[in-house]
């Protein structure tokens, strides 16, 4: 699988949106790009993933550029509870990929009031 | 809705004890299922996966073991713990395709003394 990188911390305010990039640069055409999040003591909590196109759901918005080299995870008013360690995760769909979720050391976001 | 439950929440153990976590998922027929495991500070790492009942495969050679008496139940094992053992364990469960996300428990902190 791809590797990804993520700067290490981000800060929002409350309210605001938080957008957190991700580098994917070596992406194959039959990889998808994961978002998870984790916060403290708790199991990763699966957000969204796309292939090219962006995506959209309850929890938040992924933009992924055209050339699928770098996406960006948006959580459009950030709130305390948004406070967690993100991580981009690039994975594949066959061979010895398969359930093998690569998490780097993610990014952490602290949203403050 | 599909739920993941794992226990113990807390775990102390002293060197050379046994080990049984359990996980257990419901909502949902033949999931896949995983055991990762995070060490303090690091990203997670993936042990075992099972794609059914008495179908392990692991992904790192260790004094741990996994089993699938039932479909939607995995046990994590070890006859003798070590102090490396310690960390977060976590359990997992995505459906049967393969981009699947992984849904996770809320985790088992091993602390081996």
């Known amino acids: 699988d791809a590797k990804t990188t993520q700067p290490p911390s981000m800060d929002c305010a409350e309210g605001r949106a938080a957008n957190l990039p991700c580098n994917h640069s070596t992406i194959s055409g039959n990889e998808y790009v994961y978002w998870y999040r984790q916060i403290h003591s708790q199991g990763p909590q699966y957000i969204i993933h796309?292939?090219?196109n962006n995506e959209t759901n309850e929890m938040a918005s992924l933009i992924i550029t055209e050339d699928r080299k770098s996406s960006t995870l948006i959580l459009p008013h950030a709130t305390l509870r948004d406070t967690a360690v993100y991580y981009c995760i690039v994975r594949g769909a066959g061979g010895t990929s398969y359930g093998k979720l690569t998490f780097g050391q993610g990014t952490i976001l602290t949203v403050h009031p | 809705s599909q739920t993941i439950h794992q226990w113990p929440a807390t775990l102390v153990q002293p060197v050379g004890s046994p080990l049984s976590l359990e996980c257990t998922v419901e909502g949902t027929s033949n999931p896949n299922l995983y055991w990762y495991r995070q060490a303090a500070g690091r990203g997670l790492q993936l042990l075992f996966y099972?794609?059914?009942?008495?179908?392990i495969s692991s992904e790192v050679p260790q004094n741990l073991s996994a089993s699938r008496p039932q479909d939607r139940q995995f046990i994590l094992s070890s006859k003798k713990l070590l102090l490396s053992d310690s960390g977060f364990y976590l359990c997992a469960w995505s459906g049967t395709g393969a981009l699947s996300p992984l849904h996770f428990g809320n985790g088992t902190r091993l602390t081996v003394t």
């Open positions: 099972s794609v059914g009942i008495g179908q």
């Open positions: 796309g292939l090219k």
